[in-house]
DNA sequence: TTGTAAGCGTTATCAG
DNA sequence: CTGATAACGCTTACAA
């Protein structure tokens, strides 16, 4: 590679680097380094030197070989199960966003709910060095927790909240959200409720909720009665749902309970279509709140996670970690988030 | 700090590196290297005990180390609007999942239609040595156009498409998709059609969309007839819009071409409230294709822009620049898609 | 406040 | 097929 000044380089990128900034600033490397991280440090009249030569060369520091020198980049990885569905956006928007203000970047992958794929995501941020890390749900492969235990920096699990975990938690308890929506359908004097599974089998926090439905219905004395569609289509699993246990002749359901909102709303339009009157004789709760929800007809009741504030918050938790002081002042919340219920039409 | 062998360290994360494996197993550490870039290129005897020497030290290979050293890192940052928005996520799912599959890392930024923050986002991006870039559009500031031209990367404009860009370009003709819409309610005998513009300001695809229905109506002898709505929330907007433009005493609009499916959504219920029938009274038509808008009543009739493929045609544009051969064997399609027009009730 | 020297963990280069 | 050596561009440690 031939350079401006007719000297060859065999490696190196051509950006200007450190060094060629200092030296048009007639000043050391280490100290253009400086006024980069610690402004402060650096006497005005050097400041202006540098301030001028980083423009004139269009200077970009490389953040790969800063990371590489001080062993810890600024970097955050996040495994989310996924990118595209509606629930995970809002806590990547919030993740990322909090991050970006401080100097972090964010690096995404997803894991489908896929113990291996998570797993194999872990492992290659790892390479990354990244200052810290963020997973979905207490459940991981066991290579997962020691990869996540002996990385030596903070990590973060999203979006559960179980006792006795090592890392920092921030998010909800699922089983406490299968709890919550069986006690409002009891409330409301229902007796005959379903509980409809996620078309996702390894959707562990989805087993929770479905576990905390359980629990109430047999603390009442009712037996639980869950569904599992075969349906590989939440569109399709909603709509099997409804006809196994709304349409029946004999003992339907009073009030189903749906994994998420995507099956509840493809219930809702089996429903309509079918003639079933909601929530008269079949009621429906969802979970989630997605954007879809509130515009059904009749409207989804449902459960609605923090999703925005998780992200915010589990961004927050891992600056304060990593020793930097967040800006905003929201500090005081707990990791423990509650979910809210929203009363809409459809229960 | 102290490491297990009692011997000093000054710095270092502690974590096993090439060397350390190159020892167990014996050989060199360029040995090593080779053993996980090429392998064909190491003995068989030589791979099994870097092999074992890998597992005992549980060895992670330091990316941030080897993109120091290559210059060019296995990263690939993309600046996108929004991720929670229902438009772009399954973009970003589709990108990341085909980079991944090749052993590239998401770096991800939101702009929010900003051209400040994309630049600030892609300032950032090129401190960390990216294999390549992706932003969205093909409208940003001086410095990004700069930036980006001399980045001396590959550089994917996605969601846009227009002649002379000397970026590679993934996506469809914004103003195609208006004169789409345009046409399509002019086929069905609509005369006085309106077109309501986003309450993101900044959103220059937006006005594409726009540009191209007015060029149709004109073609037609029609007048174009543009809401700019002044509401903060897309809900409020839509509203908005329909009180304004159906719900007139005289003249009103016959169609309403939304800038995008939140709006449409909005309004369709804001119709609905007000006892206005669609289409008859007025027809909807929206663009984006978001998962509610098959849901609501009367369903939305809208143009789904081809999200998912942008991302993953975006991908494997890449890959070939970067000289991977991608797994996939969609090369033959074009990087000018087509949006589909999907006929629903509402118009 | 500023500078010098020595890494950080990998890969390109060149030599065997 | 294998290895020694010198970068890559920055920051830590120490010195002035």
């Known amino acids: 590679m031939t350079q401006e000044n007719g000297t060859r380089k065999r490696r190196g990128s051509g950006r200007a680097t450190i060094h060629d900034v200092a030296k048009v600033a007639g000043v050391g490397s280490i100290t253009v380094s400086r006024y980069f991280k610690q402004p402060d440090t650096v006497s005005e ?7 001028s030569a980083v423009s004139a060369l269009n200077y970009v520091p490389n953040l790969v070989a800063g990371g590489l020198a ?46 291996a794929q998570e797993e194999r995501a872990v492992r290659t941020f790892l390479g ?10 207490q459940y991981h492969s066991k290579a997962t927790g020691q990869l996540l235990a002996s990385a030596n920096i903070p ?13 920092i938690q921030v998010g909800f308890s699922h089983t406490e959200v299968g709890r919550q929506a069986a006690r409002y359908l009891l409330g409301k004097g229902y007796r005959r409720i379903a509980f409809v599974q996620n078309s996702v089998a390894s959707d562990e926090s989805a087993i929770d909720r479905r576990d905390g439905y359980a629990e109430v219905m047999r603390e009442h ?21 409804m006809e196994a246990l709304a349409l029946r002749q004999r003992g339907a359901a009073e009030a189903i309970i749906f994994a998420n909102d995507n099956l509840a709303a493809s219930a809702i339009l089996a429903g ?11 009621a429906i709760v969802g979970f989630g709140d997605y954007a879809m929800s509130s515009m059904l007809l009749p409207s989804l009741t449902t459960i609605r996670p923090p999703a925005k504030e998780i992200g915010e918050i589990a961004a927050l938790r891992i600056l304060e970690s990593l020793g930097e002081t967040p ?11 509650a979910c809210e219920l929203v009363e809409r039409e459809s229960a």
């Open 45 to 51: 009249a050097l400041r202006e030197r540098i301030r």
């Open 70 to 115: 001080s062993t810890h980049g600024r970097i955050i990885g996040m495994v989310i199960p996924n990118i595209s569905g509606p629930i995970f956006a809002n806590t990547i928007q919030s993740f990322s966003d909090v991050l970006t203000a401080h100097g972090y970047q964010l690096l995404l992958a997803s894991s489908y709910f896929s113990e």
């Open 128 to 137: 990354w060095s990244p200052a810290a890390l963020a997973v979905t749900s």
């Open 155 to 167: 990590v973060v699990e999203t979006w559960d909240y179980a006792p006795r975990r090592k890392h």
């Open 221 to 241: 004395g009712l037996k639980p009665w869950m569904f599992i569609p075969t349906a590989a289509t939440p569109f399709e699993a909603g709509k099997q749902a």
């Open 272 to 282: 309509q279509r079918a003639g079933i009157r909601m929530p008269e004789q079949c």
């Open 327 to 337: 800006l905003s002042g929201r500090l005081q919340r707990l990791n423990l988030l």
